[in-house]
């Protein structure tokens, strides 16, 4: 008898498992760095990252965190449905003169569930 109980939770993870990896909602970003290049002082500067869903399920995102206080990020709010668009529109405040590299962390439902974006540039 347990014999045949453990084989069924066997079985039954497997089929779990397996059904869980066919179905997955997957970024592919146009790019993942931008680089600004020259840019001046004081002004703030924006990119709009775009990416499609090309998995089968809608792709939610649940936060892009910005890893320093000089940068903000605006990103689409609602489930993107597979084949659909999505953007993140990520702003950075330049105060410091010198070159600089920022990252943005993305969480999502997707199968990679942390991926960064990075933006670059020299503030002069």
């Given at each position: 008898?347990?014999?045949?109980?453990?084989?069924?939770?066997?079985?039954i993870a497997f089929i779990s498992l397996t059904a869980m990896?066919?179905?997955?909602?997957?970024?592919?970003?146009?790019?993942?760095?931008?680089?600004?290049?020259?840019?001046?002082?004081?002004?703030?500067?924006?990119?709009?990252?775009?990416?499609?869903?090309?998995?089968?399920?809608?792709?939610?995102?649940?936060?892009?965190?910005?890893?320093?206080?000089?940068?903000?990020?605006?990103?689409?709010?609602?489930?993107?449905?597979?084949?659909?668009?999505?953007?993140?529109?990520?702003?950075?405040?330049?105060?410091?003169?010198?070159?600089?590299?920022?990252?943005?962390?993305?969480?999502?439902?997707?199968?990679?569930?942390?991926?960064?974006?990075?933006?670059?540039?020299?503030?002069?």
């Open positions: 008898m347990k014999k045949i109980t453990s084989i069924c939770a066997v079985v990896t066919l179905f997955t909602a997957e970024f592919k970003f146009e790019k993942e760095t931008h680089d600004f290049g020259k840019i001046p002082a004081g002004k703030p500067v924006s990119y709009e990252y775009k990416f499609n869903n090309a998995g089968d399920e809608p792709i939610i995102l649940a936060d892009v965190q910005p890893t320093c206080g000089c940068s903000v990020a605006e990103f689409t709010k609602t489930p993107v449905k597979p084949g659909d668009a999505g953007t993140i529109k990520v702003t950075f405040n330049a105060e410091t003169k010198g070159p600089f590299t920022k990252s943005f962390i993305v969480k999502s439902n997707t199968k990679t569930p942390v991926k960064t974006l990075t933006i670059k540039g020299i503030v002069e």
